[in-house]
């Protein structure tokens, strides 16, 4: 039996091709099978060539089509949220069993965040990698509801416009509304909220990340450590996430409550989380950290995945 479990990736974007060169480069499970697209001329098809995967200019109906689809168990999904939906229904009815990791924002499939609710979905036949925001910030929120109750949490997601592509700039309202429901559903606040700022600084920031967080009081010593331990794990599969600061806190006595609409007046704990996400120039440039740690994220994902395939079990 093969030691390796076969891979395709639909986008030949920039967020595909860097998966494409991570698991080529890096992943001793994963084998880079065959590069999707549906424009011949674009480059990441001419660098698929190059080395040595096999390709198709024909969307998800040319994977299909190939001789190599048979011996594909997972499909990583970079195209679009409207896309994404036709390519799920397609593989799905082609291939029955067959695992989508998909890094659009449709969420057919559970949000996942590796470091936080990865084992809970690990059988599941589509994972949704929520967005790049979200893969930085969630685990933050989730650090701090591991000591406190959080009733809101709200996220601000800066990135260099030019890391910003055409498929992010489409989906910018599936982006704030995926992000949101995730830092619920899978951070644990009782509300969410999230902001995307594509900054065109000359020269092009790295992707920052502000995460707000309104919890119970607790002790602070607690928070801090939970934030730091949570920190360390997110590096283990994107090393170029850091704090950029010591975790900031502010009281907010009773008797001055701010006011969040939809939640009413609020007392506790302001826990403030700044980060700093540096991508692995794989292809694309460091700067471009929110790209990175998507496609970090979702590799980490299959990677998982195809641990319990090749072993039938945790």
């Known amino acids: 039996m093969s030691n390796k479990i076969n891979v395709a990736i639909i986008g030949s974007g920039n967020i ?44 998800v109906d040319g994977l299909i089509a190939m001789v190599e689809f048979s011996d594909i168990d997972i499909v990583f999904d970079a195209t679009s949220a409207n896309a994404h939906i036709v390519n799920d229904k397609k593989l799905k009815t082609a291939k029955p069993g067959i695992r989508l990791v998909d890094l659009t924002p449709a969420a057919i499939g559970p949000y996942c965040v590796p470091v936080v609710n990865l084992e809970d979905h690990i059988e599941q036949p589509n994972v949704n990698m929520v967005t790049c925001g979200g893969q930085a910030t969630i685990p933050m929120v989730a650090a701090v509801k591991q000591v406190a109750r959080v009733h809101c949490a709200e996220i ?21 509304q995926t992000t949101a429901r995730a830092i619920e559903q899978v951070g644990g606040a009782e509300k969410g909220k999230a902001i995307i700022i594509l900054n065109p600084a000359e020269p092009p920031m790295i992707m920052r990340d502000t995460v707000y967080v309104l ?15 949570m920190a360390k794990a997110v590096q283990s599969y994107v090393p170029g996430y850091r704090l950029k600061q010591k975790v900031q806190f502010d009281d907010i ?46 590799m980490a994902t299959a990677e998982r995945m195809a641990k319990t395939m090749l072993t039938g079990g945790a």
């Open 253 to 298: 006595p009773a008797d001055e409550p701010l006011h969040i609409p939809g939640l009413g007046n609020f007392s506790g704990l302001k826990t403030s989380v700044f980060l700093e996400v540096e991508g692995a120039a794989h292809y694309l440039p460091a700067y471009a950290g929110n790209l990175d740690i998507m496609t970090s994220a979702a």
């Open 16 to 59: 595909g091709t860097d998966l494409m060169i991570k698991v080529l480069r890096t992943s001793s499970i994963l084998n880079m099978s065959v590069m999707v697209g549906i424009d011949p001329a674009s480059d990441g098809l001419a660098r698929a060539q190059r080395m040595g995967v096999a390709t198709t200019h024909e969307g």
């Open 215 to 229: 919890s119970e009081q607790v002790d602070k010593a607690k928070v801090a450590a939970s934030v730091e331990k």
């Open 156 to 176: 601000v997601a800066s990135v260099s416009s030019k890391s910003a592509g055409p498929g992010t700039r489409a989906n910018i309202d599936e982006f704030t």
